[in-house]
């Protein structure tokens, strides 16, 4: 596994390993990150993981500082898993004229202006830039993303048709820990009695996917989930492909993030069509 310090350490790898496969992270790995790895590598091509904590993604008040950084144990990982190269760039190396008045790629507001974009302005601004720099120096054949952040990935295919970039998007389904909890470098913040009231929000939100569309049980839950201890911020359903609100026999998901104290969780589940 070849560890790929700075811009030039890439481009010399890029040249004998001409269509790899990127998974982007930010690093604190865990086996849903290692699930992405593995689907890359299905393509039979080479597979780079880039790891690098965005500035630019998160907003003033939120955990860029406290962001868990465990390189060590992120190569550790990766070793065994079969990753032909690791890419770690710096924070310069990325954005060289540092981040203010910075050319940013901003995606349409019909996908950014609900869901976590209320609560996160800025966001995927931030994650729309540093994936089409990551895209335009590794220039990967395909890039794996999870469907854990999945308005994300619709960010990021959506960036992609827009720009006409030359990679294919794959989707990897939600890893989950026994209990139904989405792996997530932030359930690392919770406390014991946290985590264990955690594996809730995946419950009600396939509760809800089971059942018929229907206000009162979205309202049921939202109070389930503050009596349990949880802040809810959106629990909604909407047209998987465009965030819009449901109409037709559009395929539909259910989104919804919640704090546990200072832990932001989300998740989403499809509604499987009758
Ligand atoms: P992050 O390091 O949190 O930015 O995540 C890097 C990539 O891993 C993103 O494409 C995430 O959607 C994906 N990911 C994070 N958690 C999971 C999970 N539990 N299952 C599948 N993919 C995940």
Redesign the pocket.
């Known amino acids: 596994m070849e560890l790929l310090p700075d811009i030039d350490a890439l481009a010399r790898w890029r040249r004998d390993n001409p269509a790899p496969v990127l ?11 290692l ?2 790895v593995r689907r890359g590598q299905e393509t039979g091509q080479p597979v780079i993981v880039s790891i690098f904590v965005n500035p630019l993604q998160f907003g003033p008040a939120e955990d860029f500082s406290s962001y868990p950084r465990t390189l060590e144990q992120d190569l550790a990982r990766l070793r065994p898993a079969g990753v032909a190269a690791v890419f770690i760039p710096s924070e310069q190396a990325l954005y060289p004229c540092g981040r203010e008045a910075l050319t940013t790629v901003v995606p349409p507001a019909a996908l950014t202006s609900r869901l976590c974009g209320l609560g996160r302005p800025g966001h995927f601004t931030g994650v729309a830039t540093v994936v089409a720099k990551l895209l335009s120096l590794v220039q990967p054949g395909a890039a ?6 999945f308005q ?2 619709l960010v990021i295919r959506r960036m992609v048709q827009d720009l006409n970039l030359p990679v294919e998007i794959i989707a ?5 820990e026994p209990d139904g909890l ?5 359930n690392g913040y919770l406390d014991a009695g946290q985590r264990k009231l955690a594996p809730l929000l995946y419950q009600v939100l396939c509760e809800l996917a089971a059942a018929s569309p229907n206000e009162a049980d979205r309202h049921g839950v939202w109070s389930r989930l503050e009596a349990a201890g949880f802040q809810p911020e959106y629990l909604e359903l909407f047209d998987a492909a465009t965030l819009q609100p449901p109409q037709g026999k559009a395929s539909l998901r259910w989104f919804a993030a919640a704090r546990l104290g200072r832990t932001r969780l989300i998740d989403n589940v499809p509604v499987n069509p009758r």
Do not use: I
Request: charged share 20%; hydrophobic share 35%; glycine share 10%.
């Open positions: 998974v982007p992270t930010m690093g604190n790995l865990h086996e849903g990150h699930s992405l794996v993303f999870g469907e854990k952040d994300q990935l990897v389904p939600t890893l989950r989405a792996m997530s470098s932030r």
